[in-house]
């Protein structure tokens, strides 16, 4: 029997005075079942780093040829294809 997602809940106050962004992140973010705890919490920091218009979680560990954050714009276009941790070579050239 495969193993399930892992659904957590994050409730993050966001304070970037640099960038004039102060909002309250109330984020879902499922765990892989192969996932640790410390690249999941990777993934949530970096995505209240990199908070802005159409950025998302991708699908993760479940998909190599998605990233693990992207920004698509309005026409879902890709903007950004955001990394976690140290990807391999080959992610990198397909980033």
Do not use: C
Not at 30 to 48: G, W, Y
Request: net charge negative; aromatic share 6%; charged share 30%.
């Amino acid at each position: 029997m495969a193993l399930t997602a892992t659904m957590r809940r994050f409730a993050i106050e966001l304070a970037d005075s640099d960038r004039g962004i102060y909002e309250a992140l109330d984020l879902r973010v499922a765990q892989h079942p192969s996932e640790s705890e410390r690249f999941l919490v990777t993934r949530v920091l970096a995505r209240a780093l990199e908070h802005g218009e159409g950025v998302e979680f991708g699908k993760g560990l479940s998909s190599e040829d998605e990233p693990a954050l992207a920004q698509r714009n309005l026409r879902g276009e890709l903007q950004a294809w955001i990394e976690v941790g140290s990807p391999s070579a080959e992610r990198i050239h397909r980033a």
